[in-house]
């Protein structure tokens, strides 16, 4: 089974940008079509985008299409969100995980091998 352990949350004003990391240990990385989501207080777990194994396709939730980009370094076992202009309601803890249910899901349910989450804050 695979491990996550994300990085690279933190405070940030409105309109800026963050680079949030999943690192993967354990089985092979690269064999896994992977997605982020994420979770404000009192909220459930909500899915921003997911990412295939080789980077060929991508979805996204409406939410953040345009402003957030996933993608991943299989040589590297990393997997990366980039989020740009973002606003106070992006603020959330945000989680890595991996798909084991269909392509194209965006329940939690579906994914596994979830990381411990890392904290993303937009002040306005």
């Known amino acids: 089974q695979v491990q996550l352990v994300e990085s690279g949350g933190g405070l940030v004003q409105a309109g800026g940008s963050l680079r949030l990391s999943c690192a993967a240990s354990g089985r092979t990385f690269s064999n896994n079509y992977m997605g982020w989501f994420r979770q404000a207080p009192g909220k459930e777990r909500e899915f921003v985008a997911a990412?295939?194994?080789?980077?060929?396709?991508?979805y996204y939730s409406e939410s953040v299409k345009g402003r957030f980009t996933i993608s991943r370094d299989n040589a590297k076992n990393t997997g990366y969100l980039q989020m740009n202009s973002l606003k106070p309601e992006d603020t959330a803890v945000y989680y890595c995980?991996?798909?084991?249910?269909?392509?194209?899901?965006?329940?939690?349910?579906?994914?596994?091998?979830w990381g411990q989450g890392t904290q993303v804050t937009v002040s306005s």
């Open positions: 995980a991996v798909l084991t249910g269909v392509w194209g899901s965006t329940r939690p349910s579906d994914f596994g091998s």
């Open positions: 990412i295939s194994r080789n980077s060929g396709n991508t």
